[in-house]
């Protein structure tokens, strides 16, 4: 059987999930929808573009043989107007692809409802095939979808033969376009993410084993609300011996580099930037709390890889993170937008004496292994029909 995956980046969760899938299918083409002006910013220094590059969308290390990923090219600038016609242009441009490399596939599935989920019902309907969306937009856009009643995303929800959801709340809001709506989060890679040594993890990032270490991993962007974190830092007991580092670019870095140095925090929060592949688990085994601090959320997937590491994952209860969170036992949350709040749960979190074989055991409930045995059911149902 022969899968065909359209999606907007092959990266992150989506290469999880996919590369963990092929175990399970002869072949799967992966088409990744990309701007090729995002391009400029290798040029210009215009940070918002970074994360749509060619070397973002797709990740290139280690995909399984059976695995083919292609670029669907399509310029257009970024507006309501560009975006509302990108439909029909990424539809017609996938279907040229599949002619001219004679791709094969049974089933479709397709990550974020627009565009791709678009393009999955409109194949779906051509082809005969069934077609699965998943939803991982945050809760606030998904509001904003559904207020606004647009139809070409409502048609995207009612068309799909089934529709995947990251959290549970939101399902029976969905459940109203389609009967047939799962609930399935995001997972983690357990090769990405190893468990490690926290000294030893410490001792290769140069970290005082008596330094308190909070960790943040995302876009530097205003929904991830950084500039909540920083000022929640600033408002930790001062005795305490503590480094809050931040991974992660985008369009928000001047604004927290200047925020930082105003309230003299430069020696205790570090902005990271990209960082490396093979540091990623250094940073997550060596913290003692993982904190984000985000206005809104789908089901983070970082949430999932703190977990996984061990870690307690401490952050705004927002999307379905207090459906995965137990306060006290897995982590602690708080509402966004509270640095008060926010402030309290770090201190609680870096006061508490954690059990991380705990964690570790229920962060396995979350690796893709697990999360693909859930899609494969929703696959074969889909299918049976």
């Known amino acids: 059987m022969d899968l065909l995956v359209v999606s907007h980046s092959y990266a992150t969760f989506t290469k999880g ?12 083409t992966v088409l990744v929808r990309y701007n090729p002006l995002a391009e400029i910013s290798e040029y210009l220094p215009i940070s918002r573009f970074e994360q749509f590059t060619k070397d973002a969308k797709v990740n290139q290390a280690d995909i399984p043989e059976n695995v083919g990923v292609h670029l669907s090219p399509i310029v257009y600038l970024p507006t309501s107007r560009g975006y509302r016609r990108l439909g029909d ?19 479709v599935h397709a990550h974020f409802a627009w565009t791709s989920g678009y393009v999955a019902t409109q194949l779906s309907e051509e082809y005969d095939v069934p077609s699965i969306v998943t939803i991982h937009a945050n809760q606030d856009r998904l509001s904003r979808e559904m207020d606004s009643k647009d ?11 089934a529709l ?12 109203k376009y389609n009967q047939d709506v799962h609930s399935i989060p995001n997972g983690y ?12 993890a410490r001792e290769n990032l140069g970290i005082d084993s008596e330094t308190q270490l909070v960790f943040s991993l995302g876009q530097l962007i205003e929904r991830k609300g950084y500039k909540y974190l920083v000022e929640a830092i600033d408002s930790v007991d001062d005795d305490r011996d503590l480094i809050c580092a931040i991974g992660g670019h985008g369009k928000q870095k001047k604004e927290l580099e200047n925020k930082i140095t105003s309230l003299g925090l430069s020696d205790k929060v570090q902005l990271l930037g990209y960082i490396p592949e093979e540091n990623l688990d250094l940073w997550m085994n060596a913290c003692d709390i993982f904190v984000l601090s985000s206005k809104a959320e789908g089901n983070p997937t970082v949430m999932f890889e703190a977990l996984g590491c061990g870690k307690p994952y401490i952050g705004s209860a927002v999307g379905g993170v207090d459906e995965i ?23 609680r979190g870096l006061s508490t004496d954690w059990d991380r074989e705990m964690i570790l055991e229920y962060g396995k409930n979350f690796t893709w292994e697990k999360i693909v045995d859930k899609t494969l ?9």
């Open 377 to 385: 059911k929703v696959y074969d149902k889909a299918y049976e029909r």
């Open 17 to 28: 999930q996919i590369d963990v899938l092929s175990e399970h299918f002869d072949s799967i």
């Open 189 to 200: 890679s357990r090769s990405r993410f190893r468990v490690l040594d926290k000294s030893e």
């Open 151 to 161: 139809s070409l995303v409502e048609d995207v929800w009612r068309d799909a033969d």
């Open 89 to 107: 242009r990424h539809y017609s441009k996938v279907k040229d692809q599949i002619v001219a490399e004679d791709i094969d596939f049974d089933i």
């Open 164 to 175: 995947i959801r990251v959290n549970e709340k939101d399902v029976p809001k969905l459940s």
């Open 325 to 347: 969170i137990t306060e006290g036992i897995h982590g602690y949350t708080c509402e966004p937008e509270n640095i008060k709040k926010l402030t309290e749960s770090i201190e």
